[in-house]
């Protein structure tokens, strides 16, 4: 044998070890593991899913719970606005003073509703519950509208809505975020409202109350349409229609006054040369 078989002999194992190292191998491998371990495995494995969706369970829980919070305050927010906005068409019968006297009341509860919805609204949860707030939001900014409507006959702009909801806040912000979405909505309710003045005015005779929500509403819709060319705001389209409805409304409420007063003034001149024996005719001519 030369040296090289020699070397290779030394490293080839045997027929012997090789049995041996493959009977090793396979003892071990079917040897199963402890009882215990695999229970212990198991539990731990199961606690630990177990927390898991605890967990998920208490963040969903909390989520919905915020979630129903936000929107029976809102439901309240429209509600006590809309007494806002019945106080206010009480004015063709109370008065100013009385009306504007039961709004301002109303509007304190608002107020107060709005500062109890804005502990769930801080940080990022302003955006993430916009979609429950926003038709309070919006109902508040047709009532308010209304009021300085009927007061200054101006339209409120968003900067006077924010800061009707920062008087009294202790760090000089406002209560909760107004967005621009929620301020134009808002404003586009308000032609229901000025058409209800409009025809109340209408039956106390007010002509010049008439006028003024017929101006009002023109200038209003002109604004408007602007807007609906950019498309940015949601919703505005589905609203466009009640729009023009209440301006036509108010349109039609000026001109029947108008025909009421020519057809008025027409019977009271043939009533005055009646009684007067013609001496009105006559003195028109002379004229």
Avoid at 136 to 153: S, T
Avoid at 249 to 277: F, H, I, P, Q, W
Wanted: with cysteine.
């Amino acid at each position: 044998m030369d040296q090289h078989t020699a070397k290779k002999a030394r490293h080839t194992p045997s027929n012997q070890e090789h049995a041996q190292n493959t009977t090793t191998t396979a003892t071990s491998l079917a040897k199963p593991s402890e009882p215990g371990s695999i229970t212990t495995e198991c539990a731990d494995s199961k606690t630990a899913v177990l927390a898991s969706f605890s967990a998920y369970r208490d963040t969903l829980d909390a989520h919905y719970d915020q979630r129903e919070r936000i929107i029976k305050c809102s439901r309240d927010i429209t509600a006590m606005s809309k007494k806002m906005v019945f106080a206010l068409l009480r004015i063709t019968q109370d008065g100013p003073v009385q009306a504007f006297r039961e709004t301002e009341k109303h509007h304190k509860r608002v107020i107060e509703l709005f500062r109890k919805v804005s502990v769930d609204l801080q940080g990022t949860d302003a955006l993430k519950y916009q979609a429950q707030v926003t038709h309070g939001v919006q109902e508040y900014v047709e009532a308010i509208g209304l009021w300085v409507f009927l007061r200054d006959n101006k339209l409120i702009t968003k900067q006077q809505v924010v800061e009707y909801l920062t008087v009294g806040d202790t760090d000089g912000g406002p209560i909760i975020n107004i967005t621009d979405s929620d301020y134009v909505l808002g404003i586009c309710d308000l032609p229901g409202e000025v058409n209800r003045y409009c025809i109340n005015s209408l039956g106390k005779g007010d002509r010049e109350a008439v006028k003024r929500c017929v101006e009002f509403l023109r200038v209003l819709k002109e604004g408007v349409e602007l807007l609906l060319c950019t498309g940015k705001i949601k919703d505005l389209k589905k609203k466009a229609p009640v729009f023009d409805s209440s301006l036509a409304k108010s349109e039609a409420a000026y001109y029947s006054l108008s025909l009421r007063e020519g057809e008025t003034g027409a019977m009271d001149v043939d009533a005055a040369v009646l009684t007067s024996g013609g001496s009105i005719a006559v003195s028109s001519g002379a004229m």
